[in-house]
């Protein structure tokens, strides 16, 4: 029978797995507790949380929460970064954070929208731009051809407009 705190962290994991549009499971062993302080700081700057979790109330809230992909990444000793809005971001923030600060901080893989991603595809979720920057960069697609297209529209006019008024002068002189 578990105990009243107990089910109080599965019902916290299982609403931050909910509410979660990425997690991402990394490995926390060697972290002293001031990079885990500076981690979580900075993660929380861009909207992801970062918790250590103990895979069997991890995997209760994942029963509970129905999301069996979670199952997958609860292995060995586990810590998540919930991400809550734009998934490239909170893996952009980890990664980057990662590679400046220089921990040795494995990670494992994540889990996107109910599919579990490996560490290559952390990795390259990563190195996309992102949401805004991939929105401008198809308004500009778009854009382009129109400009294009206005531009030539108003060239024919223009010189239409021209011959006219070289013939009006034509004819006045």
Known sequence: MPTAKKADTVADIQDLIQR?????????RGMRV???TALRRKLRE??????IIKNTLGRLAAQNAEKAAYLEVLSGPTALAFGFGDQVE???????YLRASR???PVRGAVL???????AGVQALAALPSKNILL???????QTPLVGLVSVLNGVTSAFVRVLDARAK????
């Open 136 to 142: 401008a960069q198809v308004l500009g697609g778009i």
């Open 90 to 96: 909170a893996a952009k923030s980890l990664t980057d």
């Open 46 to 51: 861009n909207g992801v949380e970062y918790h």
């Open 20 to 28: 979660a549009t990425i997690a991402i499971s990394t490995d926390y």
């Open 170 to 173: 034509q004819l006045a002189g």
């Open 34 to 36: 001031a990079d885990l």
């Open 103 to 105: 921990l040795n901080l």
């Open 113 to 119: 929208d109910g599919r579990v991603v490996d560490t």
